[in-house]
């Protein structure tokens, strides 16, 4: 018997981390030592006390039955906490939505706020999984170019106003995948003036929160006066907080699109796993300090690629923020998905094609600093030498 899949199913693309799995096990069948410099999850693990309560919790037998859907008042009140003593943002607990992660949430969103054929604006370039998941629901999108000579941030004057008037939503992400690049309190007020003349949501993904460097500060669209209204942020403990594997995240912001996220969330999950729910609470509690750490880790690691890529020749822009440098192909010889795979099988080194990002990423690639400083290192010294084998 044979199983169609659904025409939803078929409207997405195959996840290109995926294929670079195939390309790595062949690779690894050559006897190539791989160091992977494609995905972004983070390598120096979480904040200790939150392992340690993960640990003991984990230990409690009646810790394995379902949680509320609404999570542990406990982490609700360290959210609202956190919001005031790191960005100066009161916000109530009834407008925060603890999700298994915040991919998933930002997926389940679409079904929450938006019909099949409803128009949603994303950026381009962005994460994958904004495009895929608003292919599976069904949705239309409006494709938003970033553009370098903007520092890779929306003209959202140059966003048409009828398509503003039906757009559900825009949805942005800073500090940002893949670009590295990080916003202002001036371009973030703009933000939440334009969706309060246009009347549309923005659902901001605050994925790298902390990671900023060269004094560009930590922000959240919800400092912004009137922010409330108009918009809804997510937050992850995967990336600086070292917990990816934990899958723990939240949303908050305006009231009635957290309770349609919270109420689509219930068809889609039973529950977050108590343990998660008090290691991340130790986390927001008391892991500034090991945040700040972190931070300092990518930094170091940021300037050492920085130096190599420059010992190359190969011109390039230093990230502002997140744990990526996004690199044009030099002399724009090379398509960018042949070079990543080329480079791949020939020394084992992962970098992941721009185009995986969307059209705006032809002719780049994303190199991710989640490894540490002599794999760096090695992995610049591989890519050096392939890239003078190409010219």
Sequence with gaps: MEVIPSRRLTAVKPYIFSEIALWRKAAE?????????????PDLGPYGEAVEELAVTAADPAKYSYTP?????ELLVAIVRWFSRRFSVDIAGDDVALLPGSKGGLSRLNLALADPHDTVILPDPAFPSYASAAAVAGLEVYRLE????LGWHPDLAGIPEEVAERARFILLNYPNN???SVTTESLLTELVSWARRTRTLVVYDNAYQFVTYDGNEPLSILSVPGAEEVAVEFHTFSKVYGMAGVRIAFAAGHSQAIAALKKIEVFYQA????????????????GDAAVADAVAVYLDRRETVSALL???GWQHEKPGGATYFWLKLPGGKGEDVAFCRGLLETTGVVLTPGSAFGEAGRG???LSLTQPRERLERALELIGKYSGERE
């Design 364 to 366: 780049y690639v994303r």
């Design 271 to 286: 529950g977050i796993f108590a343990p998660s729910l008090a290691a991340a609470t130790v986390a927001l509690n008391e």
């Design 146 to 149: 970033l553009k370098s000579e």
């Design 69 to 73: 859907y609404t999570g542990s008042p």
């Design 178 to 180: 893949p670009t590295g």
């Design 310 to 312: 420059d010992g190359m």
């Design 29 to 41: 069948a050559k006897g190539l030592e791989v160091i992977d410099l494609g995905r972004g999850g």
